[in-house]
């Protein structure tokens, strides 16, 4: 059974008999049925009666709705207004655009649009890298999406996926003060995709492409990478690749292996598994396996596309064929970015000693955490309800923040293996542990040390 989430969140209006056991009673009856009390206001107050706020986090949606309805027969309790705390934070949108300059006269007018932006229009025409210093392009990103892969929901559309980009743009400027944009695209052709980032590019100093689905987001990426001169960066591919190879830095320092040495598995084929794997082979490891659907990817196979092939070309030096089960078998790390459930316990036991375990789909890991870490040394998922969140809010922010301020017209391999390295060392040896490889997504010092390794790689100078 799935535990109480803030994702599920509820504030319930209620009115209550003033006796004085009333509100015990409340949470009693809150707690009994697995919900999570997480704040209660009295609202106003008569003679005989309270009026009451009381907010839970709930298993679900249909958790919620058991809840309000324990709730109702509780003796003299009226049920008010039931509110979805994570609807009321999406109301209107989570963004909104604010002027810089104030508006207040005649001469402010002048100053912020006509005669005076004149002059500034000029000056860009006659030197368009000033756009940077002199508009929002110095300061502003666009994630775009076609829709066609939201989170794990899917193809739900450009429409369904703005939520998503919002949040994402809301990440970028609490965590390193980026200005991001969601544009959502309304078609998932791959030529027309390019056609409209390269439209809209003028205003941004750089891409974030979010949420395209494998096989067309390798193509949209590579080919803005080639037609644009701002740095174009697929989070979904590159954001995970950074993390997972921070997270593995530190899991190996932990467990005292070398990354050169140890066998890895891989459980995942698509976006994310293979730029993590690109990135992986230039950190060091020499000995990996990838495993798809379809079993253990070696040179012989006969259903090879063009990534799937480069991927049989560069892993997989023992000739290894079979199924996930058989890769495992004695494997030092294991990398999950494909589906849940697909392993328990007694596989993971059948892998070498000290094994390390990224279980990483989202929301049910390829193996239950707490299985996995009856066999292995260092366990983390995707999740945030357990340790070791692999999240990409550890490496985009930062990664962006140092591109921007390098003025960078490209993002290449050096630059991401400087954050992969800035972002590990984050974590101080004195509090490095198998339950801590990786730093929170509030860590005061990770958005900052990652944005100055990407400024540094960006500008080719040496890293600190």
């Known amino acids: 059974m799935p535990s109480a989430s803030v994702s599920y969140s509820v504030t319930i209006r209620l009115e209550l008999p003033a006796r004085p056991t009333a509100v015990s009673e409340l949470t009693t009856v809150m707690e009994h049925s697995g919900a999570i009390v997480t704040a209660l206001d009295v609202t106003a107050s008569g003679a005989g009666r309270l009026a009451v706020d009381v907010t839970a986090a709930t298993r679900g949606q249909e958790h919620a709705e058991e809840l309000v309805r324990s709730l109702r027969g509780l003796e003299g309790v009226e049920i008010g207004k039931v509110s979805d705390r994570v609807f009321l934070a999406h109301l209107g949108g989570k963004l909104e655009v604010r002027s810089k300059v104030p508006l207040r006269n005649r001469d402010d007018l002048s100053l912020a649009y006509t005669p005076g932006v004149a002059r500034v229009c000029e000056a860009i025409a006659a030197n368009p890298e000033d756009a940077r210093r002199l508009t929002i392009k110095r300061n502003t990103v666009a994630v775009v999406t076609d829709g066609s892969a939201v989170l794990g929901l899917g193809n739900l559309g450009p429409l369904a996926a703005l939520p998503v980009m919002e949040g994402k743009a809301v990440l970028f400027k609490r965590f390193a003060n980026v200005d991001a944009f969601p544009i959502c695209l309304d078609t998932q052709d791959t030529e027309e995709i390019i056609t409209a980032v390269k439209a809209i590019a003028p205003v941004f100093a750089g891409i974030n492409l979010e949420d395209i689905a ?28 950074i993390v997972v190879l921070a997270a593995l830095t530190n899991a190996l320092k932990v467990v005292g292996k070398d990354i050169g040495e140890v066998r890895l598995v891989m459980s995942g084929a698509g976006a994310a598994g293979t730029a993590v794997l690109k990135l992986l082979l230039a950190a060091g490891v020499r000995d990996a396996v990838v495993v ?16 799937l092939a480069w991927t049989a070309e560069h892993t997989n030096p023992r000739g290894l064929t079979g199924t996930l089960r058989d890769a495992i078998v004695d494997a030092e790390v294991f990398v999950g970015l494909s589906a849940g459930g697909i392993l328990d316990g007694d596989d993971i036991a059948t892998m070498a000693d000290d094994a390390i375990v990224f279980a990483l789909a989202n929301p049910v890991p390829e193996v239950d955490p707490a299985e996995a870490a009856e066999h292995a040394a260092v366990v983390a998922t995707g999740r945030s309800d357990f340790a070791n969140q692999i999240n990409n809010v550890l490496a985009f922010p930062g990664v962006f923040r140092g591109l921007i301020d390098a003025r960078s017209h490209t993002v290449d391999e050096a630059m991401l293996l400087a954050a992969a390295r800035a972002l590990a060392d984050t974590v101080h040896p004195d509090e490095l542990n198998a339950t801590y490889i990786v730093p929170s997504v509030f860590h005061a010092e990770s958005t900052t040390a990652v944005a100055a390794a990407v400024e540094r790689a960006a500008k080719g100078e040496p890293p600190t």
């Open 214 to 241: 494998a096989p067309r987001c390798f193509e949209v990426e590579r080919r803005l990478r080639e037609e644009l001169d701002i740095p174009v960066f697929h989070d979904d591919q590159h954001g995970t690749a």
């Open 292 to 307: 798809d659907v379809d079993g253990i990817v070696h040179r012989d196979r006969a259903d090879l596309a063009p990534e």
